[in-house]
């Protein structure tokens, strides 16, 4: 017993040591403020610190790495909620219901809220990881690429048939971001598909590009056309900040459930941190009663994908440590910072003694990087919530010269804007006929994995890997995953024509 505690507390004392606490804050302050600008946070600003990171004494180096990498998706809630600009990957599905309470008034609850599950998930996920690590190991040998390609497809079905009424037109439109995820060179043959001649489409489409016009571009051009601000409301709802967080507590039961799914999805390499808001968001919507109010502004929209998502870092943090896999573009850079530190990632992270105590420093880094941006991005929220007020003629400009810029990093090509402009008239046009526009964004994230997969998949085991017992039982779950809908409808519909 004291092999496992002794490791555990020299990792503790060292995090707590007053330089490299200073460190921890540090990355924690950077991680949040790279985490609000939108294109600024996740892999490019480490990979802006990296060369000064890599002179820092390891001990210092890692609090501050981890206090980077923690706070991503807590800090980019802010413009998922205020203005429908996903901040980052983690926050793509916080935008359904967080924007529309911003709507109402109810921004302060709504960020409130988020901040907090963000760190009970992570803490939560931290502690889910570290006591089912032995029964995760035997798992993860399971999923092999078959299982994991019909899970992406079992996430675009799940989102797509949950779409607000309209199950089957959220099914074609996460078909659409699939058919958008393979445009570009195909890296197997070399076939530019979709391409029509354009060299700009041989390397894809960026996905910031597909979330700001989406969501962000076709929100501004409404709120143009209104003339007003993003609320009508004279003033925030008093109290929202306290009864965000008590919302947190008020639906614990919804945020363990939330955070077990996101340490999963964390802890299975490929599937990337954009697929755990939406899985948590879809079981949410699914499990939750009254969840046809999901996407008109309901609390739980909220909770369950930020609960997931904080809790996926600490899901993924283990792979990368003790198998040499990210599930990331942020954390492959942190395992080449970590192997320049002289960290070696493997078995050895989690059997060595004093690799081991490196492993417990990086966990409470974790911890207390979860805690410290909660506290920091709780003070932020009064100021940052007058956004809401400010009027359309200052507001839009604002947002619009983000997103061109954001759009623009994606490859320093005007194309980008071209490609922006164009999408963000296709997201305008889904919003204003009723058209889902969230299973484009997922169906978007999960196709190149689902491509991929498929590719692996059929390469390996030819078509006998449609009769593995875990591809079968996932199949069955899809099936019933597309069904259901159109049985509730036609039960609904039944007992109306039977009530009076």
């Given at each position: ?270 599937l990337g941190s ?83 105590a490196v492993t ?48 623009f990093a994606a ?90």
């Amino acid at each position: 017993m004291f092999e496992v505690f002794e490791p555990a507390l020299t990792g503790l004392i060292s995090i707590l040591e007053l330089r490299s606490f200073i460190f921890l804050c540090a990355g924690v302050v950077l991680g949040t403020v790279g985490a609000i600008l939108p294109g600024i946070g996740g892999p490019a600003q480490l990979a802006i610190v990296l060369p000064f990171v890599i002179l820092m004494k390891r001990v210092d180096a890692i609090p501050f790495l981890i206090g980077m990498v923690a706070v991503g998706n807590t800090g980019n809630t802010f413009t998922s909620v205020l203005v429908s600009v996903p901040g980052g990957a983690g926050s793509q599905a916080t935008v359904l219901d967080g924007f529309p309470m911003a709507k109402k008034g109810q921004a302060g609850r709504a960020l409130s809220a988020a901040f907090m599950v963000s760190m009970i998930g992570g803490l939560i996920g931290a502690v889910i990881l570290v006591l089912s690590l032995p029964i995760l190991q035997f798992l993860i040998k399971l999923m092999g690429s078959p299982e994991l390609f019909v899970l992406t497809l079992w996430g675009v079905a799940m989102i797509g048939t949950l779409s607000a009424g309209a199950p089957l037109k959220g099914l074609a439109t996460g078909i659409l971001g699939v058919l958008l995820a393979v445009v570009g060179m195909d890296q197997k043959t070399g076939v530019s598909r979709f391409g029509f001649g354009w060299e700009y489409l041989w390397g894809g489409i960026s996905l910031a590009i597909i979330s700001l016009s989406i969501f962000g571009i076709p929100e501004m051009i409404a709120l143009a056309s209104r003339r007003g601000s993003v609320t009508d409301v004279q003033e925030l709802e008093p109290g929202g900040i306290m009864e965000g967080i008590r919302d947190s507590f008020r639906h614990w039961w919804l945020v363990l459930r939330c955070s077990a799914i996101g340490a999963w999805i964390g802890f299975l390499p490929g599937l990337g941190s954009e697929a755990a808001g939406w899985f948590a968001y879809a079981h949410a919507k699914q499990t939750e009663k009254d969840g046809h109010l999901f996407g008109t502004g309901d609390v739980r929209g909220v909770i369950a994908p930020e609960a997931s998502n904080n809790a996926k870092e600490g899901g993924a943090l283990i792979p990368t440590l003790a198998f040499g896999v990210p599930g990331s573009a942020s954390l492959a850079l942190l395992m080449v910072a970590f192997v320049i530190l002289g960290v070696r990632p493997g078995p050895e992270m989690l059997t060595n003694p004093e690799q081991l105590a490196v492993t417990w420093s990086i966990v409470w880094s974790l911890i207390f990087s979860q805690i410290l941006a909660t506290a920091l991005c709780l003070g932020l929220i009064k100021p940052t919530a007058r956004v809401c007020f400010v009027p359309f003629f200052y507001l839009v400009p604002v947002v619009l010269a983000l997103a061109f810029i954001s759009s623009f990093a994606a490859n320093y090509e005007f194309a980008d804007l071209l490609m922006l402009v164009s999408l963000g008239v296709l997201g305008f046009f889904m919003k204003e006929n009723g058209w889902p526009r969230a299973p484009v964004l997922l169906g978007f994230v999960l196709g190149r994995r689902m491509e991929m997969f498929l590719w692996a998949s059929t390469a390996r085991y030819g078509m006998e890997w449609l009769l593995r017992p875990g591809v079968i039982l996932l199949l069955l779950l899809l099936a019933l995953t597309v069904v259901h809908p159109f049985i509730l409808k036609r039960r609904r519909a039944r007992q109306a024509k039977l009530e009076p």
